[in-house]
């Protein structure tokens, strides 16, 4: 079946610019998140969806970052007033929370530069 | 807070040597470990998980790895590495709050 899609898969933006990254879960996945992967940073946890519970926003850096999930599927993760050091690689995953299965499985993650 | 501590940031390999690479967490609960893979230009893909039961576990391409509950490791060892396995490693861990805390990561460069 079908993976985690992400898109774009590049993203080239001017700074003070919004940005949309949308993530395609595995169909029936009812958890998705976002992390976002840099040079010196490694992995980072942005945020979290669990079916209809209140998403899990620990991660995000500052109140520029959201996102929402539609229909407990397709998400979203919107930049607002982009800074250089926003530039990453923005990770997508989701799992089928069932007991004890956290497996995570990863798209191919959007590439962002702010120039 | 809770972590995941990658000892080795950067390993080089002859092909054949032995590998072992160390991952420490900090969490006192139940804990599920993971080993993810990044291969050059791919995605992260899970190389092995532990959830329960016997603390040594096998993943694919020969990798396993070890759960010591008393140290708080889950080190990923493979006994001769390929040049197919230069790649960059990350340790995981899910607390209770179904988060995944990764660690910095372990960059495998393996000479042929």
């Known amino acids: 079946g079908a993976g985690v899609s992400q898109s774009p898969s590049n993203k080239v933006t001017e700074k003070g610019k919004d940005v949309e990254l949308r993530c395609d879960p595995i169909s029936g996945h009812t958890a998705l998140y976002w992390y976002r992967q840099s040079l010196g940073q490694g992995l980072e946890f942005l945020i979290y969806f669990q079916g209809n519970s209140a998403p899990d926003k620990s991660g995000l850096p500052s109140d520029r970052f959201s996102a929402e999930r539609t229909g407990g599927s397709v998400s979203t993760l919107t930049i607002q007033r982009t800074q250089q050091e926003d530039s990453a690689v923005y990770l997508c995953?989701?799992?089928?929370?069932?007991?004890?299965?956290?497996?995570?499985?990863f798209g191919p993650g959007t590439r962002l530069t702010v120039t | 807070a809770q972590s995941v501590s990658q000892h080795n940031h950067h390993v080089i390999l002859s092909e054949a040597a032995s590998l072992e690479l160390g991952c420490n967490y900090s969490y006192g609960g139940t804990v599920n470990l993971f080993w993810y893979v990044q291969y050059p230009g791919q995605h992260l893909q899970l190389l092995l998980k532990?959830?329960?039961?016997?603390?040594l576990v096998k993943g694919i391409k020969g990798f396993e790895a070890e759960f010591i509950k008393s140290k708080f490791s889950f080190n990923l060892r493979k006994p001769s590495v390929q040049w197919s396995d230069t790649a960059e490693y990350f340790c995981a861990v899910i607390p209770n709050t179904g988060k995944l805390i990764f660690g910095q990561g372990t960059t495998l460069q393996v000479k042929p």
């Open positions: 995953a989701s799992s089928s929370r069932t007991g004890l299965s956290y497996e995570q499985y």
């Open positions: 532990y959830f329960s039961g016997d603390p």
